[in-house]
């Protein structure tokens, strides 16, 4: 190899490493984005709120910069591995791009119950939160690192995440139910843990993409442990 | 241009050509699927959500199609132009598979819905059914004649989309507090009315997909009539 060739091979790495860098920058964004949400509503707070909700730009100008870049690289005419890795950070970034909208959703509707008294209920929406918060940073990681069996361990913790929105919103339906004046604060804690199992689907969908830079087409194993029953009609 | 390289010229235009045609039955299945689960609601027919819930396999498999298709071309190293094309195809093939899941849940939540007496809120539901399909429909036709005005036709008219879902979503909470039996059934209609609402959005990212492959990254002109206190905190 001389090292015109070699110049070559390094700067195409480099920018590969500084897409990952980007993605991953731009996920840990969305990340604590979410964790600023379930903040803001916990704790009734509007400003915080409002800083999530204009923080989300931040989010739609790094999709943009990523597949700005990824263009660049494929037009380089990249081998079918690098091609693969490119085209996952694609996808990735447009997972990270909607979860950035369900957190900022998340914000939104707090701002909404803040109209009303405060609700005991946002506890189990928390919760959810949190959860959903942790399977983010996890199935991050196994990005980063390129860990095929850490993505699947996550993709096989989302039918927990389901199982606890499927009780929360079971939960939320009794309490409106019992009470006609919590109908309109429930239905937005009702569309806020549906935003959270969303966040849980687009989770898993990184994962599989994990999967897919490392191994191409072949189809991913069967998931461990997956009772479908437990998949939220949602 | 001697005879071998016409050849090729005429073999790639033929690959595009059938990426596109793919593209648009995979959109027409899916407008079909919305239809026909608007169909299973207002008939209660059991046996038609069925086929629904069954047939979006179709959709996904046809999405898959599609990635392998367009990474084949990818790998071919296209013109700048031609890349636009593929990368365009790959979103709004993305678009269209969530569009056949929301199809699918729809019909799914239909059956919920047997299970309960007959509501007569499901006539909403159904008229923004009908305009998101309406929606669908139109920006095919504008995908497949890569017209860029009736794109963005399509992305002003979402505004009406999300007004008609604003006033069905305050509507269904009445009900609601009107009749606690009504807040389970109300509820999967809220659902519903928030997955065409959503299936809105992604005829939006299709219409600014057939942009985005006429245009490159020259930004978008300004939404005509938007009236963003429209857009549901959704």
Redo the contacts between chains.
Sequence with gaps: MNEQHQHIVKSHDDEQTALRDTLIYMGQLATSQLESALNALTQRNAAAAHEVITNDERIDALEQQIN?DA?RL??R?PL?SD?RVI?AA??VA?DIERIGDYAA?IA??SL?LNQSPPLSHTRGLDALGRMAAHQLRDVLRAYQQRDGDDALRVRDADAELDALYTGLFREL?TY??ED?RA??PC??L??MA?NLERIGDHATNIAENVWFLLHG?TPLPPRNKRDDSLKP??
Tied chains: 1, 2.
């Design positions: 700005h263009i494929i037009q005419g079918a091609l085209l694609l996808r447009s959703n939104k509707r909404v339906l409106m139910m006609p109908i309109t239905t937005h009702l569309f549906k087409d009609v949602a």
